[in-house]
């Protein structure tokens, strides 16, 4: 693995150790902060997930899910997750008025 990937993946599980513990409580509010850093990680994630499926597929990889679906269609949901996730973030800063501002 290059260092940077490998340290944007440790960057990445420090984040998620820092969300699941504790968890969060039900029903707790977030800043807009927060929620717009949540948005940008799964977007990281979905991409990251993208990029790692499609070096399996190019290493020769057959990786079979429970629905059938092959990697190549694996891929592009994980890049549509991203994207709607971006999207989700956009729209959420455009809803708060904080475009420009997240």
């Known amino acids: ?8 993946l440790q960057t990445i599980m420090a984040h998620l150790d820092r969300w699941l513990e ?32 499609t070096r399996l597929r190019n290493a ?3 990786l079979k899910r429970e629905d059938g679906k092959d990697l190549d269609r694996w891929i592009v949901e994980q890049v549509r997750m991203a994207s709607l996730a971006g999207s989700a973030r956009t729209e959420y800063n455009e809803r708060n008025g904080l ?4």
């Not at 475009?99 to 997240?102: A, L, N, Y």
Request: charged residues 15%; without cysteine; aromatic residues 4%.
């Open 1 to 8: 693995m290059t260092p940077a990937l490998d340290e944007a």
């Open 22 to 53: 504790p968890p969060p409580e039900p029903g707790v509010t977030m800043s807009h902060e927060a929620v717009l850093e949540s948005l940008q990680w799964l977007s990281a994630a979905n991409y990251g997930a993208a990029v790692h499926l």
């Open 60 to 62: 020769g990889v057959e």
């Open 99 to 102: 475009v420009g501002g997240g």
